[in-house]
């Protein structure tokens, strides 16, 4: 299954907030980010977080931060929460 969430009405991630892409399989939950993880997104990427935790059933949590283009402290701070509640970040770290 996959599922996206963007800003409605408005142009690409990378100049209005955020896209989410989560991909679940047997033995993986995966969420793709690109855009700024900032202000709302970031509420919205918590949301995500804690609906997929309560499904996982001994699934990994996998995030990609590879397409993130921006990301306030907010952002830093809940990515930080989700690894130490043993999700994995892949993709590279932001400049």
């Known amino acids: ?3 996206m969430h963007q800003a409605k009405g408005r142009g690409p991630a990378s100049q209005t907030g955020m896209e989410m892409y ?10 793709v ?16 977080w804690m609906t997929a ?6 699934k990994e949590l996998v995030i990609d931060i590879s397409g993130l283009t921006g ?3 907010s952002g830093l701070k809940l990515l930080s929460r989700i ?3 043993g999700g994995r ?6 400049p």
Do not use: C, Y
């Not at 935790?53 to 001994?58: C, E, F, Q, T, V």
């Not at 970040?89 to 932001?94: A, I, N, Q």
């Open 22 to 31: 989560q991909h679940d399989s047997s033995s993986v939950f995966r969420m």
């Open 71 to 73: 990301i306030d402290n």
């Open 33 to 48: 980010l690109r855009g700024s993880l900032k202000g709302l997104w970031v509420n919205e990427l918590e949301h995500a």
């Open 1 to 3: 299954m996959i599922v």
């Open 83 to 85: 690894q130490d509640a």
């Open 89 to 94: 970040l892949t993709g590279e770290p932001l």
């Open 53 to 58: 935790a309560s499904i996982l059933k001994g």
